[in-house]
């Protein structure tokens, strides 16, 4: 059983719609991570939190909007999609935004979002 | 800037046999190392770590993993493969020069035949 708990699973949305993937932790990490991962391909880092701060944004289009609300919930909230943006959102955790990169992040399961 | 190779995007061995999924890293600083796994349909679990301290790294499922400075190495292995086994490999790695952000392999997918 995964730590970190994503819904929903799955998520079919049209391009104007607007939508929320939510991910919860409650390990007591200080740092969650929303991650992008293609078919076949690691994943790719979105945005890191820390503190409930925004410590980085990977140059993410707008249309895509994080927010943490506490310790541990983290959303992203969606809107006005393209079909590009289907994939697996990852949320990962970890102990707190160590710089010294020693802790390793635990991952939930992932969103599979479909852009019609 | 740092990379991280996996060579093999797809290995395939049999049931019992063993299992070696490569990583090379490009670092000259040894930075930490990381292998994940991914089942179908699932998000990416830890199999094991490198940080400091012995180069020999056991982690969950009978897997463990060499750290080779002189060969920037971090090589998985397991003795005998079992089926429950095929799943997406990947080697990650942070360092100084990435910020300490994952850099991640290509992924390497296991194929176990019966």
């Known amino acids: 059983d995964t730590e970190v708990t994503q819904t929903p699973k799955h998520l079919v949305m049209g391009m104007t719609n607007k939508k929320s993937l939510k991910c919860e932790q409650h390990?007591?990490?200080?740092?969650m991570y929303w991650y992008k991962q293609k078919a076949k391909k690691p994943p790719e880092l979105m945005f890191v939190y820390s503190y409930e701060k925004l410590s980085i944004n990977e140059s993410v289009p707008s249309r895509f909007s994080p927010e943490c609300p506490n310790s541990s919930l983290l959303n992203l909230h969606l809107h006005a999609l393209q079909p590009e943006d289907s994939a697996l959102y990852l949320c990962?955790?970890?102990?707190?935004?160590?710089?010294?990169?020693?802790?390793?992040?635990?991952f939930g399961d992932g969103t599979r979002l479909s852009i019609l | 800037a740092q990379s991280v190779t996996q060579l093999g995007s797809h290995v395939s061995v049999s049931e019992g046999a063993l299992v070696l999924l490569r990583c090379n890293y490009s670092s000259s600083v040894p930075p930490y190392l990381f292998w994940y796994v991914q089942y179908p349909n699932q998000g990416l679990q830890l199999l094991l770590k490198?940080?400091?301290?012995a180069t020999l790294v056991k982690g969950i499922n009978g897997f463990e993993a060499e750290f080779k400075k002189s060969e920037t190495s971090f090589h998985l292995t397991k003795p005998s493969a079992h089926m429950s086994d095929a799943a997406e490999y990947f080697c990650?790695?942070?360092?100084?020069?990435?910020?300490?952000?994952?850099?991640w392999g290509a992924g390497t997918k296991l194929i176990i035949k019966p």
């Open positions: 990650a790695v942070s360092d100084h020069a990435s910020n300490y952000q994952l850099i």
């Open positions: 990962a955790s970890s102990q707190d935004w160590d710089r010294g990169g020693r802790q390793p992040q635990h």
């Open positions: 390990m007591g990490h200080r740092a």
């Open positions: 490198y940080t400091t301290g």
